[in-house]
């Protein structure tokens, strides 16, 4: 599997972005693809997933209202809409795959645990 993320950049408080991370290769699957985001100092953090089985999707407490989660299914591609950016946004922001659909809460508590495969990481800076 690989996966091709892209958008980020520098904003500025209050703006917004969008990411997206397309997978490609052979025999995907069921899948959960999502964003986890580590800011300097700090662990990874799940942001926010959708399950490839039935578009069911999970935004993490920190960002729900703002960031929306969504997808192209001919492409096999997510975006994530970030809205209302704040400067604790600023952090590299991970596209991350799973095999299996299941339930997004705990992809999103255990993002690690649970990944199979990262894209490179891009980065969002939030600052004036």
């Known amino acids: 599997v690989q996966l091709q993320a892209s958008g980020g950049g520098l904003v500025q408080p209050g703006d917004s972005t969008r990411l997206s991370c397309a997978a490609s290769?052979?025999?995907?699957?069921?899948?959960?693809l999502g964003w986890v985001r580590q800011a300097p100092g700090k662990e990874r953090e799940g942001v926010s997933v959708?399950?490839?089985?039935?578009?069911?999707?999970w935004i993490a407490d920190s960002v729900k209202g703002r960031f929306t989660i969504s997808r192209d299914n001919a492409k096999n591609t997510v975006y994530v809409q970030m809205n209302s950016l704040k400067p604790e946004d600023s952090a590299v922001y991970y596209c991350?795959?799973?095999?299996?659909?299941?339930?997004?809460?705990?992809?999103?508590?255990?993002?690690?645990?649970?990944?199979?495969?990262w894209g490179q990481g891009t980065l969002v800076t939030v600052s004036s």
């Open positions: 991350a795959f799973s095999r299996g659909c299941y339930t997004g809460t705990y992809w999103l508590q255990n993002p690690a645990d649970r990944t199979d495969y």
């Open positions: 290769g052979s025999a995907l699957g069921p899948y959960m």
């Open positions: 959708i399950n490839s089985c039935n578009g069911n999707t």
